[in-house]
């Protein structure tokens, strides 16, 4: 029993339970285009489809990640300890869990409908193919906004059985946002991706990465202004609108030493800019 219980754990470890922010990342820009394509309130069902949804995507991902990772993760102290590259957990038991977690998001995909269901084996795919984009692409975090961004028209196809241009909109904002945050992660490992011959954006911009986040945490921002204007959210939403900008200057204080700790902790609370955007977003909704 003990042993089942040190696996479960283990297995808990891989998905990255203990770290929440990860999964956050995803479900705030997500929920937030559920609330625009429904124009409001989208119905309990699809709102559980689609935070289940992310927690286990995502899930299924590190799994991935991890096997992917495995022998350059050894190499970086902070992902020296993951169970697959520690040898805790094996590469056949983090693919089954991997592949049990993706089955089970699948099955909630099914009680949607075609075109989501049709959209989901896209974003399959580039949640396959994320993990090895660092070996050819000199901005992999791109490869990781690709990702990380189809629930947004996957959620404008649940709701709307289409997918319009304003889907696509959000989903360039949201790809910006992820390169900001994903390149302060990037920022952390920089020495020893580096050692290792990993390509990161932290790594192609060099000297003008602070900069570059920041452009990027704009260009998120606006896009999505930009975007929600014609919606007419008023107050509600430009204040939060406001609050975010607000935690942009913070991160700018955090990343412009470039030392680990501050750029860690600015990519781990970047799920708060985006729980501010969604919540301007339903209060917006609200109040129209």
């Not at 299924?60 to 022998?71: F, P, S």
């Not at 056949?92 to 089955?103: P, R």
């Not at 699948?106 to 949640?127: D, G, Q």
């Amino acid at each position: 029993m003990r042993a089942w219980q040190n696996k479960f754990r283990l297995y808990l470890d891989l998905i990255r339970w203990s770290r929440p922010a990860g999964w956050l990342l995803l479900l705030w820009p997500t929920l937030g285009a559920l609330w625009v394509a429904a124009g409001g309130f989208p119905g309990w069902h699809l709102v559980l489809v689609y935070v289940l949804g992310t927690f286990l995507m995502r899930s299924a991902g590190c799994c991935i990640n991890d096997v992917a990772d495995r022998e350059f993760d050894r190499h970086v102290k902070r992902t020296a300890q993951r169970p697959v590259t520690s040898g805790n957990v094996s590469v056949k038991e983090a693919l089954g869990v991997g592949a049990l977690l993706a089955l089970l998001a699948f099955a909630l995909v099914l009680t949607t409908n075609l075109l989501t269901v049709e959209m989901s084996f896209a974003a399959l795919a580039i949640t396959l193919l994320y993990p090895y984009a660092k070996r050819w692409v000199s901005m992999p975090q791109a490869v990781l906004g690709l990702a990380f961004g189809m629930g947004i028209p996957m959620a404008f196809a649940a709701v709307q059985g289409s997918v319009p241009p304003l889907a696509w909109v959000l989903a360039l904002g949201n790809l910006f946002w992820v390169l900001a945050y994903d390149t302060e992660y990037a920022m952390v490992d920089r020495d020893d991706d580096l050692k290792i011959g990993i390509k990161t954006s932290a790594i192609t911009l060099g000297r003008f990465d602070v900069p570059a986040v920041l452009m990027f945490y704009l260009g998120f921002i606006v896009f999505w202004v930009l975007a929600l204007i014609p919606k007419g959210l008023g107050a509600s939403f430009s204040i939060a609108i406001g609050v975010a900008l607000l935690q942009v200057a913070w991160h700018y204080s955090l990343i412009r030493t470039r030392s680990r700790d501050g750029c860690f902790k600015a990519f781990r609370l970047n799920h708060w800019l985006g729980f501010t955007v969604f919540v301007g977003v339903v209060l917006g909704y609200a109040s129209t």
